[in-house]
């Protein structure tokens, strides 16, 4: 029997350390880089020297944030300098903010921004352990060959998110992301599972499912993108190029949508047809059935921000689509889940924000909605803080029909499906 607390087994002490990092808006998963994690581990680490090696590959850098050119070379020449038979950080989550790769420098003269060496450098020290890599670039995306080499050299990359820095160049002009290049990163990242677009990306034409050129795409499960940046044509081409292994689409939004009723001539010549008319314009209404059509048969997740983004498919059946997480309910949900959408689709877990089933889903619930669902078996409160309690209409309707209510503290699709 363990006399005292340094006694304790790996698992347990892994498990009193979780506790200690949790905060009442993280108390399931830990979101890295986290400050409070890592104070907690240089805290740890001064009780005995066990601790001290387990907690330093460990935890002290799981998560790491770098923005700064000056403080990240200062960084790897410490990294440099420590003995070899001393153990190696393995940070999981490495985001690199303020990137700036091209040469000449932004006309404004911001300064201390990340280069495509000290990319390549940061990459280099992580080789080994990084899962999830976030890039975030100054204006538009753009690395050297040097780079995406290094990247394809992430022997446990599973999660790339491509990102626009919050720093600005200043510059008023500056080029679209190159769908060479995109495509070039994307095939490098050989066991790539989560691929997040937090930028526009627009491929020319419509790829080989699962190809681009002669080259395959990494097997990626999960796509995720904004509607305010890629138009549906985006998303359908972005959708084709990794359909042959995409099982869970996310999708961005803002705002309601367009109601047809609102827009001179939509309602009298329905939406196909005042979509056609739009297109002679050039301009594409933000409706997404192509990009059911298209994975209809495949998709087996969606993560929508807004239930708008239904409303032109809720005549769709999808045969194996077992998740569906909707964020906010800008329309009845009792009407809502009366669509066929929902009835014969064999949706098995059903994720509503938290704070939305108070605003907006508990005023317009009638009856039991739920029962509508003939396979469901969890409702997903996401988001949802530690005291959280859902509204009790909810709760009474899954308890008449033996659904079970679960709460998370996240709204990550991926995790979601482990869920099932």
Sequence with gaps: MPTTILDLPRETVELIYAHLIATPTEWLEVKHPN??????????RLVC???????????????????SASRSMEFAKHMWCRSETLPRPK??????????????????????????ELVEILLELFADSVVTLDLQFVDYLWLPIEDIEA??????????????????????????????????????????KSLVLGTQIS?????????????????????DVTQVLHRPTDILRLSTAFKPSLKALSVRDNGPGINADEIFGMAEFGVNMFEQMMGQFGIELPGLRRVYENLQY?????????????????????????????????NSITNFLAYQVFTQSPIEILAIDAQAAFDECEPKFVGNPFANLPYLKKLVFMSAKSDYSAPP???????????????????????IMKLL
Excluded at 91 to 116: E, S
Excluded at 176 to 191: E, R, S
Excluded at 397 to 413: F, M, P, S, T
């Design 298 to 330: 495949t998709l087996e997740a969606l993560s929508l921000t807004s239930s708008h983004l239904l409303k032109d498919s809720l005549d769709f059946i999808f045969p194996n689509l077992r998740v569906l997480a909707i964020d906010y309910w800008i």
């Design 203 to 223: 491929l020319p034409y419509e790829p080989a499912p699962g190809l681009w050129e002669d080259k395959p795409y990494p097997e990626i499960t999960h796509l």
């Design 91 to 116: 940070c999981q989550h490495l985001v690199i903010d303020r990137i700036w790769a091209r040469q000449p420098p932004p006309k404004n003269g911001t300064q201390d921004m990340i280069d495509w």
């Design 393 to 415: 209409k909810l709760l009474e309707a899954c308890e008449a029909i033996g659904v079970k209510c679960v709460y998370i503290d996240h709204r990550q699709l991926p995790l």
């Design 49 to 67: 020297p066990a601790w001290a090696e387990w907690l330093y590959p460990h935890h002290l850098y799981r998560g790491l944030k770098f923005s």
């Design 151 to 192: 990247i394809g050299r992430l022997k446990n990359l599973r999660d790339l998110q491509l990102n626009i820095s919050s720093t600005q160049s200043g510059d008023r002009q500056f080029p679209a992301t190159d769908p060479q290049f995109f495509n070039d990163l994307i095939v490098a990242a050989k066991g790539l």
């Design 35 to 44: 400050t409070l994690a890592a104070s907690t581990a240089c805290c740890l």
